[in-house]
């Protein structure tokens, strides 16, 4: 997952309404020294871009009433170079497959992240907590639909064939 010498680079979400709280991992990662960044959502240009965040404090109600990074934070540079991303979604598929809340702010920035990674010939491992609850055996997904690699939920470890 990271080079020899290397920090890791995880993207991130804070957790909102039912979803997994993540936020104990996060301490984790900025206990070992881990670059983390979180989303920050445009709704003028319908794009997500992350910060770099190293606290809660780090953070501002934004965007669909969501934890943001304020932009005091440095955006982070290259997220191509994001070793790990932790996905949040409504729901999941055992092929891997998720639906989020309905913006496509994921969908899009995993297809940028894909086609940068496909250039740098590196690709984040993209992981989604959830409850059992939330993961079905298939759901009904559109092409622009974006899956994930790993889901995690509170009984078991999903890892999707391709």
């Given at each position: 997952m990271q080079e020899r010498n290397s920090r890791p680079t995880v993207l991130v979400y804070w957790p909102f309404r039912s979803e997994v709280d993540i936020r104990?991992?996060?301490t984790w990662?900025?206990?070992q020294s881990?670059?983390?960044a979180a989303p920050r959502v445009d709704r003028s240009l319908a794009t997500?871009?992350?910060y770099q965040i190293k606290e809660p404090g780090d953070?501002?109600?934004g965007a669909y009433g969501i934890m943001e990074p304020d932009l005091a934070q440095p955006l982070l540079s290259r997220e191509e170079s994001a070793d790990?991303?932790?996905v949040p979604g409504a729901a999941f598929d055992r092929r891997g497959n998720r639906i989020g809340y309905g913006g496509g702010y994921y969908d899009k920035k995993?297809?940028?992240l894909l086609h940068a990674g496909d250039k740098a010939g590196k690709h984040p491992l993209?992981?989604?907590p959830a409850f059992e609850l939330q993961v079905f055996e298939r759901l009904p997904v559109e092409q622009h639909d974006m899956s994930v690699d790993v889901i995690v939920t509170e009984n078991e470890e999903i890892k999707p064939c391709s």
């Open positions: 104990p991992f996060v990662a900025w206990k881990w670059n983390v997500m871009s992350f953070l501002r109600l790990l991303i932790i995993f297809e940028q993209r992981v989604a």
